[in-house]
Structure formats: structure tokens, C-alpha cells
């Protein structure tokens, strides 16, 4: 059976202006007191989550919804990329057409706790793919001032909590007036929390769906029980309380169509989420959001347990005086992992897979890699260690972008031919660890070593 993706579930307009401090120290926090949430599907309280967004469009007469979002400032709503596509024509739809309602709770009902806007511009992720739902998602710019109410509320968004999310053991709340187990539309808001899922396990659990769209930008998250989300919960955010401060975490995005010849939800996958984390930039820029910085302990060291071989300082800074540090692996055969894998490695000591972008980080990488020297392959032959560093074409023959940041690559330092390569299917980026340290094209499953990087 072919999968299809469904849910283009667009969740990342969050209402964006610049935040005064007393908005900003407001954020995420709900103004009723409320019951304690359940684990499976359940009927939420008006109230319960005062930043989700219900997304409608006009044709005519005709008033229909769409998706869900997500509120973030006076102005800015944040959804899903494919919410806000007509998928008629392919293009982004008129702002004209779109509005959006707060304070609901019951879909067909318009009480007084509810308001609407108008929607003055959309701003599409400039990389977004409709195939793989990759960078699904898109800010909302309101015509309007929201009012702050006791239903009407914004989330947190940066500094974004540390998240690991290969442990499988945080969870976050989604909701939405998507379908039922009874396949219609949730008249009320419902709402389910769910675990986040690491990549090698989604991977596993569908390759012919997660295979093409797995990437640093998105993350797993729910059940294979068949609590799930489903068609019409696109673009609605995963909420995470920290600290008893909600921040959005995530955007819903796709599952796989329960069936070929129909786009209903499959409630036996897991679904794919767009990750905020690795949208700061697009985020902050559109939604005009003010970042505070993140306070660190002086004199703090690293938790017991936490191997860093051949840690190294890297070239290039982050600005403010943070910057960018390399660590290397040299793992036994047995340990090797696969791109994915190696992805959720980095995420798991709080890095990222590397991204080299000038002459002196490629000089410093090529200095830590070089001393890995060779190995042994399956065959029994030696041959130089290959080493993961966060790149891929995205599926699309020899455009190749750093996944966490989503930038193009500028910097190219390819083998010799390398980018003929003329394989349709995505393919990863690793390094040859010698004196050279040229970059190869890989297949994703391949096994060898890893380059993750971090700021300090």
C-alpha cells in the first residue's frame, strides 16, 4: 500500500509583534484554574489552552475551517505550512480569504469568549516542500490587535526548554477540533498528550513514510494505539509545560492516510512535527519576538555520564562572544550509527549534527577527523573512517542545506566529482577522515561516525 502523507497539520503562526517585558513574563500561562490533564483524548476546558487558534476560509458565502495555530503575540499566529496552500493551485492563499477566531472552544459556536481577526499577511517558509513537509510552517500576521483575556492568551516561545528527543520519555499536549475515533469533526476542542518518539524509532516504525521525511527540522511524537492526531488538527502547536509555563515546542504536520485510496488519518503511526527549536531565526524575524538570554551558571560542569571524546573548539563565533565547539566520535563498529541515529546522538549531549560553513571550521574538523586514521570495513579491508555532518539533499538531486538551520550550503569542500552523483533518492552528507577532509556523497543508512557541534 502506498503511504500518503495527510495532516499537513500547519502550526506556527504565533502571534508576532514585539513583546513588551511584562507581555513576555505573561506568557504561557493560563488565567483559569483548571483540572489536571489525562493521557489519552479527552474534552477540554474553555480556557484549558488560551493561545490555540482555529484557522477558517472563506469561498464566497461559504465559511469553512481549515487548521489550527497557534497565538504568540498581539499579531502573529503560528501554523502550518500546507494550511495555508490552496491545494487547487499550489499557491499561498489570500490573506484576504483567511481569518481567524481565539477564545473558542466549541467549533460551530461563536460565544462571547471568542474574537476575530483578520489576516493582514502570510509569510511561507520560503523552503517549504509540499512532497515531504519539510520547513511546514508559516506565520499569520493579524489586521488586528488581539485582547488579552482570560480565554485569550499567548504562549512562550524562546528560549525554547532543553528537550531531549531521543529519550522517549517527554511528553507534550496537542489539541485541536480535528477527527474523532467516530471519523467526524470534534464539535469541542479535544486535546491528548503524547510522547516525543527519537527518529531511529519513528524511522523504524514506517520507512516508507518517515524515510523521506525524516530530518533535523521535525520530530516524532504520539502513540501506534491509535490515539493520534488527525485530519483538521494540522497546524495546531505541541504544547510542553515547564516549570508550569507552556511553550510551544512543535507544529503539527503529517501522518501517514490510513488507507491508498483515501486521505483519512492512519491512527496506527506516529505523526511528524515541525520543531520550533529549529526555526528561531524565520520565527524571531517574522513574528518580531524578543529573545532573552539564556542564564548559565558559572563555574557549572557537565553532568556525570556525559562522554565527550575528542571534544574541540571550533572556528567561527555565535555572537555575544559564544563560540561554535566540535566534538567527534570514535565509536567501535558494533556502536556505528546511521545518519538519523547520529542525529539523535547529538541531540542526546545537547549538540546538533555539525554544520562547517568557513575555511577554519573545515581546518579544525580536518584536524580532529584526521588522527581517526582507518578501520576495517565489512569486507576486511581497511579504509578511512567517514564521519556524519548535519547535510542532506532533501530528495532533491545535489541541492544540498544544512538541516539544522536550514540554510543552503555555501562553503563546499566536495571530493572530485563527488556531486555527480545521479541517486534521486535523498542522500547524506559525511566527511572522509584524512588529511583532506572532503566531503562524500552517502546513503542515510550507511553506518560510520559522527560530527556534532554546540555553542558556548
Same mark, same amino acid.
Given at each position: ?220 511524537? #504520539? ?8 485530519? +483538521?488538527?494540522? &497546524? /495546531? @502547536?505541541?504544547?510542553?509545560? !515547564?516549570?508550569? %509555563? ?58 556525570? #555520564? ?8 571550533? +572556528?567561527?563565533? &555565535? /555572537? @555575544?562572544?559564544?563560540?561554535? !565547539?566540535?566534538? %567527534? ?128
Amino acid at each position: 500500500m502506498d503511504v500518503v502523507l495527510v495532516l499537513r497539520l500547519f502550526v506556527i503562526c504565533v502571534l508576532c509583534l514585539a513583546l513588551s517585558q511584562s507581555a513576555t513574563a505573561n506568557c504561557g500561562r493560563r488565567k483559569l484554574k483548571l483540572q489536571q490533564l489525562v493521557t489519552h483524548g479527552y474534552t477540554t476546558n474553555p480556557g484549558e489552552y488560551p493561545w490555540h487558534a482555529a484557522l477558517f476560509m472563506t469561498t464566497g458565502f461559504k465559511k469553512s475551517y481549515i487548521c489550527g495555530g497557534t497565538l504568540v503575540n498581539e499579531l502573529s499566529i503560528i501554523t502550518a505550512g500546507h494550511c495555508v496552500i490552496d491545494s487547487a493551485t499550489g499557491s499561498v492563499l489570500s490573506p484576504a480569504t483567511v481569518y481567524v477566531q481565539l477564545g473558542k472552544f466549541k467549533l460551530n459556536l461563536y460565544s462571547n469568549t471568542v474574537q476575530e481577526h483578520a489576516v493582514q499577511q502570510i509569510i511561507l517558509h520560503q523552503n517549504f516542500q509540499i512532497e515531504t513537509s519539510k520547513y511546514d510552517i508559516a506565520v499569520l500576521k493579524l489586521a488586528t490587535q488581539v485582547k488579552f483575556t482570560d480565554y485569550v492568551q499567548p504562549i512562550c516561545v524562546f528560549p525554547q526548554p532543553n528537550i531531549h528527543y531521543s529519550e522517549n520519555t517527554v511528553k507534550g499536549v496537542v489539541v485541536g477540533w480535528g477527527y474523532t475515533e467516530f471519523d467526524t469533526l470534534s464539535d469541542a476542542l479535544r486535546g491528548t498528550t503524547i510522547p516525543l518518539i527519537s527518529h531511529t524509532k519513528c524511522l523504524e516504525s514506517n520507512p516508507d513514510l518517515f524515510d523521506r521525511t525524516l530530518y533535523d527540522g521535525m520530530f516524532c511524537a #504520539g502513540y501506534t494505539n491509535g490515539t493520534n492526531v488527525c485530519n +483538521g488538527d494540522s &497546524g /495546531g @502547536g505541541l504544547f510542553y509545560n !515547564h516549570n508550569n %509555563v507552556w511553550y510551544l515546542v512543535g507544529i503539527v504536520s503529517f501522518t501517514a492516510a490510513r488507507q491508498s485510496d483515501n486521505n483519512l488519518c492512519s491512527t496506527q503511526d506516529y505523526t511528524g512535527f515541525t520543531k520550533i527549536a529549529a526555526f528561531e531565526e524565520f520565527i524571531v524575524k517574522h513574528c518580531g519576538l524578543v529573545v532573552a538570554p539564556v542564564a548559565v551558571a558559572s563555574g557549572v560542569a557537565p553532568a556525570k #555520564g556525559n562522554k565527550r571524546p575528542n571534544s574541540g573548539g571550533g +572556528g567561527g563565533g &555565535g /555572537g @555575544g562572544g559564544r563560540r561554535k !565547539h566540535f566534538l %567527534v566520535t570514535d565509536f567501535a563498529s558494533e556502536q556505528k550509527l546511521n545518519w538519523f541515529q547520529a542525529a539523535d546522538f547529538c541531540r542526546s549531549v545537547g549538540q546538533h549534527l555539525g554544520e562547517i560553513n568557513t575555511d577554519q571550521e573545515n581546518t579544525k574538523v580536518k584536524d580532529m577527523i584526521s588522527k581517526g586514521g582507518v578501520e576495517i570495513d565489512i569486507r576486511g579491508e581497511p579504509r578511512l573512517k567517514q564521519y556524519w555532518i548535519g547535510a542532506n539533499d532533501l530528495g532533491v538531486r545535489r541541492v544540498f542545506r544544512w538541516q539544522f538551520s536550514g540554510k543552503t550550503i555555501q562553503y563546499e569542500n566536495w571530493r572530485h566529482n563527488e556531486l555527480q552523483n545521479s541517486n534521486p533518492r535523498e542522500n547524506c552528507v559525511a566527511v572522509l577522515g584524512n588529511k583532506h577532509a572532503s566531503w562524500i556523497v552517502a546513503n542515510c543508512k550507511a553506518k560510520k561516525q559522527v560530527v556534532c557541534e554546540t555553542h558556548k
